[in-house]
């Protein structure tokens, strides 16, 4: 039985959502990211809706120039507990229909339906039945691939959209993917793309012209990579995905910054946002990372590891201060600022013996996290990020 993969892909997902929970905005241009402060805004379109990409806004531009392409778009800042919300329903959903997913982002997951396809009258009357499924469940469209393997199936699923399916059967693959842009080819990015059109491929029919030896003297051993996939080989399996590596939070200021008590409070609700987040999901983490950016965009990170793994909102804060304040900055403010923590574990961080003040942290934390479940996450601050938050004008990154 030949392979069957399903790529399903949420159609512009984030400003979907918005406009089915706000209907006044169906038909509207929509832009989910910081505010754009009528031009002079800091941060990125995280999406937008298929009306505000007719103007030429696209995921990852600068608001301002999103502004500046579409003044009268509904901008809207991501609520991201609402959008995990949803995308758990849909991944819930799909589980239905074969237990082979791999869910790759949160609005996204490939499905291997090589045994499962039969019960639901074929692949392509499956893919239909999931559409109308997710339609009927969440008010939104996604658009789907069909394939032999991942590559190919995931690439379809992007030609259509919104609403859109595309399936390749098996023996197609190369016809398929011929007359595409080279850089569709996962791997062909800035760098490689100039590379490529200098040995006049434009396409991805145009790599296949060259042997696999020629590609590698050219290409390096990238060359290999790029010939299985333009000839449409790719044996990797639907698995899940691994444990996430590494939580982090991050913001960047409207305004550098060069204040040092505002980035210090900064720091702090960060870590604290971050511990909130690894306690809810019972972990720990060992190794500790400041990320920060300068006002003339070079980024640093530094990095400690502890002795003990922690998920203490005061213990990541003081290690992250150290961090900053050892951080030569040479006279210039911050326009970003995160924390992570990473080297995670499952279960409770290990507490001295005779802990102390350690213990009496630890208790706060776990009354604070008790009013967030009930109240929710902006029930409860310190007051000092509070006051800081006021004095300074800060946008967190989705």
């Known amino acids: 039985m030949s392979r069957l993969v399903l790529h399903i892909d949420m159609d512009a997902f984030f400003a979907a959502i918005e406009q089915s929970d706000h209907p006044e905005w169906k038909g509207k241009a929509v ?3 910081a505010d754009p402060k009528g031009g002079r805004g800091r941060g990125v379109v995280s999406t937008c809706s298929y009306e505000a990409r007719v103007h030429g806004v696209r995921s990852a531009m600068p608001v301002s120039k999103a502004y500046a392409l579409c003044p009268h778009a509904v901008y809207v800042y991501p609520r991201g507990s609402r959008y995990a919300e949803v995308s758990r329903q849909i991944m819930r959903l799909l589980g239905t229909y074969s237990p082979d997913i791999q869910q790759l982002s949160v609005d996204e997951a490939f499905l291997d339906i090589t045994s499962t396809q039969r019960l639901f009258g074929g692949a392509e009357a499956l893919a239909h039945k999931i559409k109308a499924d997710i339609l009927a469940t969440t008010r939104l469209t996604c658009s789907i691939g069909i394939a032999p393997n991942k590559f190919i199936a995931k690439i379809a699923s992007d030609l259509r959209k919104p609403d859109g399916l595309v399936i390749v059967s098996a023996g197609e693959e190369q016809r398929f993917l011929a007359p595409l842009e080279i850089s569709r080819l996962w791997g062909v990015g800035p760098k490689t793309r100039p590379v490529m059109l200098r040995l006049g491929i434009k396409t991805i029919g145009d790599l296949t012209r060259f042997s696999c030896d020629a590609l590698i003297k050219r290409l390096g051993p990238s060359g ?3 010939w299985r996939l333009a000839n449409g080989l790719d044996e990797r399996p639907v698995v899940e995905e691994a444990e996430a590596k590494s939580i982090s ?7 550098d910054c ?5 980035l210090r409070a900064t720091l702090f609700y960060l870590c604290d946002d971050l511990c909130y987040d690894m306690r809810r999901h ?5 190794t500790v990372t400041l990320k920060i950016r300068l006002e003339d965009f070079s980024t640093f990170t530094r990095s400690i590891t502890l002795k003990q793994p922690t998920h203490s909102s005061e213990e990541l804060f003081q290690h992250v201060r150290k961090l900053f304040m050892a951080f030569d900055r040479q006279g210039q403010r911050v326009r970003l600022i995160g924390a992570a923590l990473s080297n995670l574990q499952q279960g409770e961080a290990q507490m001295e013996l005779f802990a102390g003040n350690d213990d009496r942290k630890d208790k706060l934390d776990r009354v604070m996290d008790d009013v967030r479940k009930k109240f929710g996450a902006s029930a409860i601050q310190r007051a000092s990020v509070l006051k800081n938050r006021r004095d300074s004008q800060w946008i967190r990154e989705p």
């Open 282 to 286: 019972d972990l720990t983490g060992r």
């Open 249 to 255: 939070r991050e913001t960047t200021f409207e305004v």
């Open 224 to 226: 290999l990579h790029f």
């Open 31 to 33: 832009i989910v990211g």
């Open 258 to 262: 060069g204040d040092e008590e505002v």
